[in-house]
């Protein structure tokens, strides 16, 4: 088995912020990291020992990454299989060709579930407008078209509440090959977050419950608060179904619906660091970032557990609207943490960032102090 001492070089295809916070924690470690980006001015550029500007699917760009790398691995799971296939006869990759092509593909990741006997949301295929019509008989109203590939943080996904709808639906996502997936009126959304060794060794984070809004992520509390100790057994045990029957090496992020009668459904399954793990910075003994890094590297897993109880908001671009956002009050507790991507560009719906923020020492929970901060505008 391939072991990468620290030291080594760990090549990474995408070059966002999770790709930044896994450069920083390799560094610590003594690693070098080299990113592949169109951006080389990107988040994980400006932390790496050096930058190879390509879109992800420039073969020659991936053959120079991979020709000074130890290991590859990536920050996005938009990265055309095929080049990581291509790449695997070069170096190792982790997590694997073969489960990109799974979890990149909502239809080919919805049958994988269904094979491992997982529970998920009903769910039918959509090819054209007759399959359109089949599927919704299928899957009853309300549902979600979501497109087949590219989607993330609700891009590609249309709420549908009414036959009527349906044609206009699928023409808002150019018509292109997708799902069509029951609603759920969950009680809650989780994550299972895990990270799992070349050995199959497998390492459980606290759970985290999360919060979203406009159907991205806002906000992470962990470790989840009103989770009954069965279900939580019950989510990690899905986990680490998956994560083994992939055979997946790194993190891995298992988004669930607790539904309102106290069942679990698959949502997605990320084979990465995640921003609901996002908490685990700061919060955890090891990171998840630290964690992937050992994980692709052949290393020990690290000690996931849990410093004091977390809340994690994400900070979107629109907090820039009317210049820079008060930091001050931010930092005026001593137990919130700024995190930074270095993102030149505050879009709306941009994540810039997130604030940390840990129980302190006075009683005050992380969620009283989120709370106060949010009011103002986070
Ligand atoms: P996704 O990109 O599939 O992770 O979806 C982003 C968010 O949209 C989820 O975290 C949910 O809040 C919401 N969502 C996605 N699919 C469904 C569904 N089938 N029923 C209800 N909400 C959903």
């Known amino acids: 088995m391939s072991v990468i001492e620290p030291g080594g070089t760990i090549g990474i295809i995408g070059g966002g912020q999770l790709a930044r916070m896994m450069a920083l924690e390799a560094r610590r470690m003594g690693y070098r990291i080299g990113v592949l980006d169109p951006d080389r001015e990107g988040p994980a550029a400006q932390v790496a020992d050096f930058c190879i500007e390509g879109e992800f699917a420039d073969r020659t760009a991936a053959e120079a990454l991979a020709a000074r790398s130890d290991v590859i691995t990536i920050d996005t799971e938009h990265v055309p299989a095929e080049v990581l296939e291509w790449l695997e ?122 919060l979203h809004r406009h159907h991205v992520l806002h906000t992470t509390q962990a470790p989840a608060p009103t989770l009954s100790a069965a279900l939580w057994a019950e989510a990690e045990a899905l986990g680490a179904g998956i994560a083994s029957a992939l055979g997946h090496v790194g993190m891995m992020a298992v988004e669930l619906f607790v539904t309102q009668e106290g069942g679990l459904l698959v949502n997605e399954i990320a084979p990465r660091p995640h921003n609901s793990g996002h908490y685990t910075f700061g919060a955890c003994a090891t990171s998840q970032f630290e964690q992937h890094i050992r994980a692709i590297c052949g290393l020990a897993l690290g000690a996931p557990s849990l410093l004091r109880p977390a809340v994690m908001i994400n900070l979107f671009g629109d907090l820039w609207r009317d210049g820079l956002p008060d930091w001050h009050t931010v930092l005026s507790h001593p137990s919130a943490r700024l995190h930074l991507y270095g993102k030149q560009r505050p879009l709306p719906g941009r994540k810039m960032g997130h604030i940390l923020i840990l129980d302190n020492e006075n009683g005050q929970s992380a969620l009283e102090i989120a709370e106060t901060i949010d009011r103002v505008g986070y």
Request: include cysteine; aromatic fraction near 8%.
């Open 89 to 210: 006869t070069m170096k190792p990759v982790r997590p694997a060709a073969s489960i990109l092509r799974i979890v990149q593909d909502r239809c080919v990741q919805r049958r994988f579930l269904e094979s491992q006997g997982a529970p998920q949301p009903k769910y039918a295929l959509v090819l054209d407008a007759k399959s359109l019509r089949e599927a919704a008989a299928i899957v009853g109203f309300p549902c979600v078209l979501k497109t087949r590939q590219s989607g993330y943080d609700g891009k590609g996904q249309v709420k549908i509440d009414r036959m009527e709808d349906l044609d206009d639906a699928w023409g808002a996502i150019d018509y292109r090959p997708a799902i069509l997936e029951a609603f759920i009126h969950f009680g809650k959304e989780i994550s299972v977050l895990l990270a799992r060794d070349l050995s199959g060794n497998m390492r459980f984070y606290p759970i985290a419950e999360n």
